[in-house]
């Protein structure tokens, strides 16, 4: 009896101790698992995404200072004597939409209207002269256009390239007006933050294709494929690279024949010859772009957003249209009350200098943000109260 209840209590004590290794492998499991399906975060630009450049001839910073504060000067564009484009109130005609995209040349505003579904041509004292496109699918009709180019040709007219989705659609100038020319599809679509611009006989996209290698896709002015360069942003995760990839500005210098090429998340710009090679690179030293944040479930990309902005850090890079001997450069730093600084680079040598800087909004009041800019004028667009488009004299804005 006694041996039999031992041998019964051992065998009690081993089932114990094989439930209890069990309940510990089972909770081992779960645990691991949970630790599989933890969110994890990675900032974007990543560091192989951002070019290193030691030469300091091409890093460029803000001014200090005594205190180690950027400089910035106040403008106060309510101020300013200038010409406004659109209305509070009015006729269609009157009134403009949202702005996406503008260039100019020595006589004209071009712009996309992302509203209206066109594209529109003001002459400097804010006349319209004509509109192009309409909402539609068809020919000459277009959907949210999203980038505008416009170039002069040996016949004295005025050819305008207006990208919408993957379609870009080309007007040329016929006596007081435009006229649809051509249409052709790129090689990706524009929507997702790609821009174009068109110099000497070429037109130049932006766009991710995993057919083709490089992120600037070059055309002739009717749709043939000629080439494609530059390097696209890099990512294991497709979904983050087709979303971060195809973004940036494109700005074609005529006289110098070299394209401009700046990505919103990298504080960079790249000057490129026609074809393709990277002629000189400039980073902005004092420039701390808000990350993008990608979302990782169990290794894998979920979402991306981009993190709330912090004091020091800066959004909306741009390069701006106009020029004919250097490229602009700007972006907004978030502060106490927020600075938006520009940059002038040479476009043949790439060097480069502080512009200025100002205060952007007083209070609630958000200035008009600058798009444009050459010897004469500068461009400015605002959508609050109502879409505005704003034409300055450089001498009163900018050095």
């Known amino acids: 009896m006694g041996m039999g209840r031992r041998n019964n209590a051992e065998a009690a004590a081993s089932l114990r101790q094989l439930v209890y290794g069990a309940g510990c492998l089972a909770v081992s499991l779960i645990f691991a698992s949970c630790q599989g399906d933890r969110e994890s975060v990675v900032l974007h630009p990543t560091e192989e995404n951002v070019p290193v450049i030691t030469d300091p001839r091409f890093v460029l910073y803000e001014p200090e200072s005594d205190t180690g504060v950027a400089v910035p000067w106040r403008l106060d564009f309510g101020n300013l004597q200038g010409?406004?484009?659109?209305f509070n109130e009015g006729s269609s005609r009157e009134m403009i939409g949202m702005v996406r995209d503008l260039d100019i040349d020595s006589e004209a505003v071009y712009y996309t209207d992302y509203e209206y579904h066109e594209a529109r041509v003001y002459d400097l004292h804010g006349t319209l002269k004509a509109i192009l496109g309409k909402e539609g699918v068809g020919p000459g009709e277009m959907l949210y256009p999203s980038?505008?180019?416009?170039?002069a040709t040996d016949e004295g007219q005025v050819l305008v390239f207006v990208g919408a989705g993957r379609r870009v659609h080309v007007f040329r100038q016929q006596d007081s007006t435009y006229v649809p020319a051509s249409s052709f599809l790129v090689a990706a679509s524009l929507r997702r933050g790609g821009d174009l611009c068109v110099m000497h006989g070429h037109v130049y996209t932006i766009?991710?294709?995993?057919?083709?290698?490089?992120?600037i896709h070059k055309y002739t002015l009717v749709g043939e494929y000629v080439m494609s360069f530059g390097t696209?942003?890099?990512s294991p995760s497709d979904f983050v690279r087709h979303l971060l990839a195809p973004r940036g500005v494109l700005e074609c210098n005529k006289m110098h024949r070299v394209i401009g090429y700046v990505h919103p998340n990298i504080p960079v710009l790249t000057g490129y010859s026609e074809t393709g090679t990277v002629l000189w690179r400039v980073k902005f030293g004092d420039l701390k772009i808000t990350p993008e944040e990608e979302h990782r479930v169990a290794g894998r990309a979920r979402r991306l957003a981009t993190?709330?902005?912090?004091?020091g850090e800066a959004r909306m890079i741009q390069l701006l249209a106009g020029?004919?001997?250097?490229?602009?450069?700007?972006?907004?730093?978030e502060g106490s009350t927020g600075r938006r600084h520009f940059f002038t680079v040479d476009v043949v040598s790439g060097l480069g200098a502080y512009l200025g800087g100002y205060v952007p909004y007083d209070g609630i009041a958000f200035y008009p943000t600058v798009l444009a800019v050459?010897?004469?004028?500068?461009?400015?667009?605002k959508h609050n109260p109502y879409p505005q488009i704003g034409i300055y004299r450089r001498q009163d804005t900018l050095p």
């Open 83 to 86: 010409r406004t484009i659109g």
């Open 147 to 151: 980038a505008v180019a416009a170039t």
């Open 207 to 215: 766009g991710l294709s995993d057919e083709l290698d490089g992120i």
């Open 232 to 234: 696209a942003y890099q």
């Open 307 to 311: 993190r709330a902005w912090r004091r």
């Open 323 to 333: 020029g004919t001997d250097t490229f602009t450069v700007t972006y907004l730093t």
């Open 374 to 381: 050459d010897s004469t004028y500068v461009y400015t667009v």
